[in-house]
């Protein structure tokens, strides 16, 4: 059974950094995927970016690009998330999903699992 949990999310000013991991268990293959999402209150769910675990590409949106950056450790199987030069529209609860493949995508149908989010708060 797949199973992902997110953790690192809090409160933090304007310009300060979050640094978000995603564990993920229960894959027996290393053609998986991770993304990761937001949603604010009263909006959408909106992906940020997406990372293919089998060879390291990554995707991020616009307005992530240059801020936020994705890496992992394959000892821990475990996705983080560094979030840099945070704004006050950062503002959300952040999920991981992931789903088995090798592609790289933004859109919440695309994955299967999903953990069960962590909030963000950038604020002074």
């Known amino acids: 059974q797949v199973q992902v949990e997110e953790a690192g999310g809090g409160l933090v000013q304007p310009g300060g950094s979050l640094n978000l991991s995603c564990l993920v268990s229960?894959?027996?293959?290393?053609?998986?995927?991770i993304g990761w999402f937001r949603q604010a209150p009263g909006k959408e769910r909106e992906g940020i970016c997406s990372f293919s675990v089998s060879d390291g590409r990554t995707y991020y949106v616009d307005s992530v690009k240059g801020r936020f950056t994705i890496s992992r450790d394959n000892a821990k199987n475990t996705v983080y998330l560094q979030m840099n030069s945070l704004k006050p529209e950062d503002t959300a609860v952040y999920y991981c999903?992931?789903?088995?493949?090798?592609?790289?995508?933004?859109?919440?149908?695309?994955?299967?699992?999903w953990g069960q989010g962590t909030q963000v708060t950038v604020s002074a």
């Open positions: 229960g894959f027996t293959s290393h053609y998986y995927n």
């Open positions: 999903a992931t789903a088995p493949g090798k592609w790289l995508s933004v859109l919440p149908v695309m994955y299967d699992y």
